[in-house]
């Protein structure tokens, strides 16, 4: 699954006008809800809810699919594999607990994929940082992002290089393991730490840390109602200890 | 002029942080890749999940290494959420429950390297490496794959520790050299136990250990409880919590009776028989009203239908285990009552 993180600030989807930190809690709730649930009939109205909040954000079914259908055939395997496997229970226990396996998984995993696709890791690490964390960390996150494209493009060319080279850095063998983590991990690591130094005296030469605090450009904004549905949020998540 | 605002002290400086998001963010992108190893490593063994556990170590090398070049504690943990972050907002397969994840494999490093100084021994990240990894299957199992065997668990976590210890302590020690060897990262190097008594390692090892130990033994006498292998049957129907019956729940309303099969074809001379009674399995699941009837179900779809108040005055009607199956002594009724291969028992208003 591959997903591209939605630009809150540009859509016109209700849920992405919610403030980044409520759809966290949000999708934390919708976790212990999902995670709660022990009957296959609820996990099933919860899965049609997930869905439901995909179409309130506008998100197509043909990009849905593409993105999630890796998932969809992993539940398919999980549900077979309690079927088929499982042992000296009855049958329809086995039904019962195989499609509320597998639709807790894919409540999570769809769940997050709704979260991820209406909230940018950038807003996310703002609103914490505007809601008292300290602005260092933030940063950190925000430093990690940025240079996951760098990354992802760097660990491409390794791959593809060891591999044109003979090296079987892509066979699910202990060998294979081994040949991926030399020739693979230790060249990207050297690239990665040969960012650190430079990257960090130059954040410095911008006195970044010098005060405990920083400014804002861009505030990424609290309203009334993201209180009132962190509010539902908590409220479902602690009734579903007691109602489910 | 003025001199400025003096720079604030930190615990982890601009260039601990810097470092932390960079290997964070190179485990974050790499992580897909080993997933996909792990996929394929599935498919070749010809099982759902659990063979990929062999590479469960690449998860976390990352954690001991940003651990080991940083040499603070804590590093471990913050690079667990980074990581943790990355592979959600890159479109992990597990969501949310990722973050969750990295963050308990980087707090367990930090943990075990907490006694281990700033630049921890090799044997201390092989074992850092193996705990953590090992981690990822007992978190996985707590949030997903209830019913698998005990059996099968232990095998998935032996695999993810051995491959934690290799791959995650062992290689990062490696690769630490080399990346120090060749002036790729300037380490502050420090002798071992160098900076701090030795009798506060000894302490603090100490401590660890006995915490440690403490944890274990308060879980395995408090909360473990073993996982059951064994047969189960469903009580449901007009009740007010259904559950899935366990006769190792029910070990002290065991009973022994002694009971005599009278069939129309079969007949059992009095034997004894050991088993916990259905009255006291019913009153577990508090009955409603206007219940009546309890129908016994066996995996076959044949049933037995008992009068609630019946059974209530008969503690000698018993639910045995019989091998692998469940079984309805019904001492008193005829034959055809007596159902094999019990799956529900389900509390109704009438027939």
């Known amino acids: 699954m591959t997903t591209f993180p939605g630009d809150s600030s540009g859509s016109l989807a209700a849920p992405a006008t919610l403030n980044p930190i409520t759809k966290l809690i949000l999708l934390v709730s919708a976790c212990v809800v999902a995670l709660r649930i022990e009957d296959p009939l609820h996990a099933l109205a919860f899965f049609g809810f997930v869905i439901f909040g995909h179409v309130l954000a506008q998100v197509k079914p043909a990009i849905l699919w593409r993105r999630t259908r890796g998932i969809l055939i992993f539940s398919l395997i999980l549900f077979a594999s309690q079927v088929l496997l499982v042992k000296g229970v009855a049958w329809e226990v086995r039904v019962a607990n195989g499609a509320l396996m597998s639709l807790r998984f894919l409540n999570i995993v769809l769940s997050s994929h709704l979260f991820v696709s209406l909230t940018g890791a950038e807003d996310l690490a703002y609103a914490l940082m505007q809601a008292g964390l300290p602005y260092r960390y933030g940063f950190a996150l925000l430093t990690t992002m940025r240079f996951v494209p760098y990354f992802r493009m760097e660990a491409n060319t390794v791959l593809k290089a060891q591999m044109a080279r003979g090296m079987g850095v892509d066979r699910p063998t202990p060998k294979g393991i081994w040949l991926m983590a030399r020739h693979t991990i230790i060249p990207v690591t050297v690239t990665a730490l040969s960012k650190v130094d430079s990257l960090a005296v130059s954040m410095e030469g911008r006195c970044f840390g010098l005060y405990p605090d920083r400014t804002y450009r861009r505030r990424i904004l609290f309203h009334w109602w993201d209180g009132a549905v962190i509010g539902v949020g908590i409220v479902v998540a602690i009734a579903s200890f007691y109602l489910l | ?351």
């Open chain 2, 1 to 351: 002029m003025s001199a400025g605002p003096k720079r604030r002290a930190y615990y982890f400086s601009t260039r601990d942080l810097v470092l932390i998001a960079v290997v964070s963010a190179a485990g974050g992108v790499l992580s897909t890749y080993v997933g996909y190893l792990g996929s394929l490593m599935n498919k070749a063994v010809g099982v759902p999940f659990g063979a990929g556990q062999w590479m469960a170590g690449l998860h976390v090398f990352w954690f001991v290494f940003a651990r080991a070049a940083v040499g603070r504690t804590g590093a471990a943990t913050l690079a667990g959420v980074l990581k943790g972050l990355v592979e959600m907002f890159a479109g992990s397969t597990h969501g949310l429950p990722i973050v969750l994840v990295s963050l308990v494999e980087g707090l367990l490093v930090d943990a075990v390297l907490l006694p281990a100084g700033k630049r921890p021994s090799l044997g201390s990240m092989c074992l850092a490496g193996g705990v953590s990894s090992a981690s990822n299957v007992l978190v996985f199992q707590a949030l997903y794959f209830s019913g698998v065997s005990v059996g099968y668990v232990g095998l998935m976590t032996a695999f993810a520790f051995v491959s934690g210890a290799i791959l995650g302590g062992y290689f990062a020690r490696g690769v630490l050299d080399v990346v120090s060897s060749a002036r790729v990262l300037n380490l502050d190097e420090e002798p071992e136990g160098a900076g701090r008594a030795p009798s506060f390692r000894v302490i603090s090892t100490l401590v660890l250990a006995v915490l440690l130990a403490g944890g274990a033994v308060f879980y395995y006498t408090q909360v473990f409880e073993p996982f059951w292998t064994g047969p189960t049957c469903r009580v449901e129907g007009m009740v007010e919590r259904s559950y899935e019956y366990r006769p190792i729940d029910f070990e002290d309303d065991s009973v022994t009776v002694t009971a005599e099969l009278q069939g129309a074809v079969t007949y059992v001379p009095p034997t004894d028989y050991t088993g916990v009674p259905v009255a006291s399995i019913l009153e577990r699941a508090h009955v409603q009203e206007p219940a009546e009837k309890v129908r016994i179900v066996a995996s076959d779809g044949y049933y037995a239908i008992f009068d609630l108040d019946d059974l209530a005055d008969r503690p000698e009607v018993i639910l045995v285990q019989d091998k692998d199956t469940l079984r309805l002594v019904a001492a008193g009724y005829e034959g055809a009552y007596w159902v094999r291969m019990v799956s529900r028992i389900v509390v109704c208003a009438d027939d």
